[in-house]
Structure formats: C-alpha cells, structure tokens
C-alpha cells in the first residue's frame, strides 16, 4: 500500500514506514496504465523527505462523481425525506434496479482538501454530510485506489423534488476528498469500516459507523457504468455512497467539525463555513 499525499509543490508517498518525494503530477498518476507500478519504481529512485503538516485535496484536473441509493439506509432515506414529493417509489425503484444511480459533483475548485472549509446552502434548511469511501480510477476505467469522501447534501431540497438533486449536491465546497489517496494492488476488505463524527461547541451531537459490505453494488460495476459512452483523459473520482445517516433533527450549522475515518486510509477533518 502507497498513501499518496498531495503538498503544495510536490506529491509525498508514504510506504512501508519510510516517506519520499514523488516528483510527478496527479494527473500522470491517474492516466498510468498501472498507477501502483508506477508509483513503484518511481519510490525506487526517490528521495525521503517529511510528510506534509497540511496536506491537500488529492485531487488535480479529476472531476468527482457519486454514486446515490447504494445502501439500503440511503434508500430509506431517501424514501422518507421524499414522502410528500411522490419519491417513494422513486428510490425504491433505483435501489432494486441494476442500472446505478450515478450523477456528476464537483469539478476541483470546488472540493475541500483536509482542515479546509465545506459549505452548506444558504438557501437550504437542512444539512448533512455524507461520509463516502471514494474510488480512485485511472482514465482506463481501472479502480487503483480509494481515499476518504464527503458528499455535502442539502436534503430538504433533494426531498422536494428529485429533480432538484445537482442544486442539493453540486455547489462550492460540496465536496471533500482525504487526506490522502490509498494507492494498493488488492481491493479493500469488505469488513472496511466508514465512521462519521459531527462535533459542535467541543461536543459530539452525533456519531455512526457502517461498513462497505452493507453497499449493495460492486465497485466495479459503478465503474463500468460511469465510463459507458464517458471518457476522463485524466481519470475521475467516484463516491460510492453513504450509508450513515444523522437523524432528521441534526443539521450542520457553522462552525461544525466534521470527522470521517476509514481504515487504513486516515481520517478526513472539515469544518462548516
């Protein structure tokens, strides 16, 4: 396993204990036939350096895509938040259909990278994260990698109207993504655990975990749908959605912290602007 970190000038690999200064562009690991390879030889002639006090979203000219209704919680969910909307069936049909769900989210400028600032809608009344394992995937349509995701959401607009869903989705600061990208040769086990923390005032007002076993399609299926009639010269990230969901009486307000963990990638922090 390789934790890629991305820093203000340089990229810093982490690998077997030791940290190095990977002298190449995100980009070009994301176009890489076979990004671990790659990565490999490169540490081969690499020199060591410190890992990065403030490291940055991993991210470079990727554009970063979700997958929606992919736990069966989600599908509650949604199903609940869009009662009165006639979304019912809606999401009960998407979740028991084999085509996915799959919509667009942030292009780079719009996604925050670790410590940094997520937003929530200044027209909107209620306010969730979504903490998300999210895929690597190089511009072959090959999973190389994962890294930590948060899919901001504004669930009252998204419950109004399923046709609303890019405005309680796509916005600045919709997005997070870190605080680095997991670059490994095997799949993640299934037993892989996502935790959400939200924290007010010093306090937790809320905590839940899940676990990637409980998401009902396989990765690789996403990835083959969202590269059908699709091209990412520069590779993509795509949010697998999330099955951890605050109650209906918490919303962020300013000045939350927001704390998603997955083992063994780390632990993304955002605070709510």
Known sequence: MIHLYSANDRLVAVADGLT????????????AESPFALLMTRLAKANSTTAPANPRAPIQSQEVWAAGVTYYRSRTARIEESATAGGGSFYDRVYHAERPELFFKATPHRVAGPGEQVRIRRDSKWNVPEPELTLAINSR?????????????????????????????????????????????????????????????GSEIFAGTTTIDQIKRSFNSLAD???????????????????????????????????????PIGTLVNIVA
């Open 225 to 263: 749908y969202l590269f059908r009639e699709n091209e990412f010269p520069h590779g993509c990230y795509l949010m697998t959605g999330t099955g951890i969901i605050p109650p209906d009486s918490i919303t962020l307000k300013s000045g939350d912290e927001i704390r998603i963990t997955i083992d």
């Open 141 to 201: 349509g090959r999973i190389f990698g994962y890294t930590v995701g948060n899919d901001m959401s504004s669930r009252d607009i998204e419950g109004e109207n399923p046709l609303y869903l890019p405005q309680a989705k796509v916005y600045m600061g919709s997005a997070a993504l870190g605080p680095a990208l997991l670059v490994t040769e095997k799949p993640l086990p299934t037993t892989t655990a996502i935790a959400l923390a939200i924290r007010r005032e």
């Open 20 to 31: 190095y200064r990977i002298d190449m562009t995100l980009d070009e690991v994301f176009s």
